[in-house]
């Protein structure tokens, strides 16, 4: 079995580290209750009482060998399985002064219980079978969610609709595997036969699933990670101005989201509930440019990694040298040209635009007179969800180790059905089938190494 005894009975603060009304301790195993009972003093309880379960008790948090009391809490203790973890748990919910948090929980460990690791109690809820590898996952996303949809795909998850739609896949997979398994085992048995019309329509099947799964990744990684969006020009055509209305309309402003490097200046905003990085690949703050400054190549590199280029320019007057030398850098496919300052007039047409840069979506627009602004935004929200993911659907794949994994499993699926196709031996199609059956079983974590465990485990805060 996986992770080891879970004898042992860990603790942890709970809630965040700072000031704030009040604070939480948490501890989890067989020790919960005797160590909850050696440092809490509850009132107004008969000496004979004793703590009973999911009650909540007003008392002291009191250090006996010192003689010493050190907060008035509030305490519980709830005793598995239905609880977090699934072992016995004990909460004190003392002021929320770190002071505080941490003399309890210094008691806590005085009295038999191990400091918790990074993301141990959900561990555990994992390892105790409660919950499965993306619902554990789910977990630190809904923590660390900073939009309304990013919390909402996270929530989800952790309540299990990716792992039913895993779950439901691969129980398809394996009424197939069986089909395969008995016709190669009994041959010669009075069994229905498995013709390769019929296993190839299976394969088409469990390949579209599959498919569609992936087709999400895209969204699905925009809603955690947020749209990178470069916007570029050459100085004084009004970027930092549309910077600015950006922000300005952005309702909720996302300071950081995990996992991403911060190695360019950007500022993160939201378009209805879309995180958008806005990249600084061009000076969108200076006022002196830029493509210069960071050389081309470096600009080109910002181009590439960017899911959306607004290149934007000063349509009021013709397109000068710096502005060809940014078009030949672009990949015009996934570039908004915003044509500014039109409210001086209109000298760079929409045709030449196009002519230059077919693929390219264009704007006229007057950044000082707040146009051109609500159409940027549709056209970016068309981009996130560009006919391809409804915006209520909320089943993404958000989670680069679920994508890696359903790739390599989309591989095998294909394998096999290839194989099919060209009626090869059922034994060697068997073993991509099966294949794809574990790959997928991966991603709820059926069948995975504990190095894989740690790592997810790993990126979780204390005390969760
Ligand atoms: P950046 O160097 O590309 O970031 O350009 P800025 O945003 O700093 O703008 C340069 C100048 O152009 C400022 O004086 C802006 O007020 C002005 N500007 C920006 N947008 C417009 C516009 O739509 N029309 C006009 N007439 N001026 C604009
Ligand atoms: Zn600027």
């Known amino acids: 079995q996986l992770g080891g ?11 965040a580290y700072g ?6 301790i948490r501890i989890s ?33 009191v250090d006996k060998a010192k003689n010493q009391r050190i907060d008035e809490v509030l305490a519980v203790f709830m005793n598995g399985p239905r609880t977090y973890t699934a072992e016995d748990v004990a909460e004190i919910y003392c002021h929320g002064s770190i002071i505080s948090l941490r003399k309890i929980l210094d008691l806590a460990l005085q009295h038999g219980a191990r400091l918790a690791e990074k993301g141990e109690f959900t561990k555990r809820a994992f390892l105790n079978g409660r919950l499965d590898l993306t619902q554990a996952e789910a977990v630190i996303d809904v923590i660390r969610a900073k939009t309304e949809k990013g919390f909402h795909v996270a929530v989800d998850q952790m309540e299990g609709a990716l792992s039913e739609k895993i779950r439901s896949l ?13 016709n190669l085992d009994y041959p010669d048995e009075d069994i229905e036969e498995l013709t390769y019309d019929a296993l190839e329509k299976s394969l088409m099947l469990i390949n579209d699933n599959i498919d569609r799964l992936l087709a999400t990744a895209d969204t699905g990684r925009i809603i955690r990670e947020g749209l990178h969006v ?15 209305a950006l922000l300005k309309e952005s309702r909720a402003i996302v300071t950081e989201i995990p996992g991403t490097t911060r190695d360019t200046i950007e500022e ?18 200076e006022t002196e440019d830029v493509i210069e400054k960071i050389g081309i190549e470096k600009s080109k590199e910002s181009f590439n990694k960017a899911d959306l280029v607004i290149f934007m ?15 030949n850098h672009i990949d015009d496919n996934k570039t908004i040209v915003m044509i500014n300052k039109t409210d001086l007039g209109q000298t760079v047409s929409d045709q ?41 659907e909320s089943l993404l794949i958000t989670n680069v180790r679920h994508y890696n994994l359903l790739r390599s499993a989309k591989e095998a699926s294909k394998d096999a059905l290839d194989m099919a196709r060209n009626r090869e031996a059922l034994d060697f199609i068997e073993v991509d089938i099966k294949r794809c059956w574990e790959l997928l079983g991966e991603i709820i974590g059926d069948s995975v190494t504990e190095d894989i465990i740690d790592q997810v485990f790993e990126r979780f805060c204390l005390g969760k």
């Open 5 to 15: 005894t879970m004898e042992d009975t860990i603790a942890a603060i709970a809630t």
């Open 19 to 24: 000031e704030g009304g009040i604070g939480i």
């Open 29 to 61: 195993g067989p020790e919960a209750k005797s160590i909850l009972d050696k440092l809490f003093i509850p009132k107004n309880l008969e000496i004979t009482e004793h703590i009973a379960n999911r009650r909540l008790y007003y008392g002291n948090v």
């Open 170 to 182: 691969r129980s398809i997979i394996m009424d197939l595997l069986v089909d395969v398994t008995v």
């Open 230 to 244: 470069a916007i570029i020009g050459k100085p004084n055509v009004g970027k930092s101005s549309l910077m600015n």
């Open 268 to 285: 993160v905003l939201t378009i209805q509930d879309i995180p958008v990085r806005l990249v600084d690949t061009a000076g969108i703050r």
């Open 313 to 327: 320019i000063d349509g009021s007057r013709p397109l000068s040298e710096e502005d060809f030398r940014i078009i």
């Open 352 to 392: 030449e635009i196009k002519s230059l840069l077919p693929g390219a979506a264009t704007i006229k627009a007057a950044i000082r007179e707040d146009k051109g602004i609500e159409e940027l935004e549709q056209k970016i929200l068309s981009l996130v969800y560009g006919g391809k993911v409804k915006q209520e």
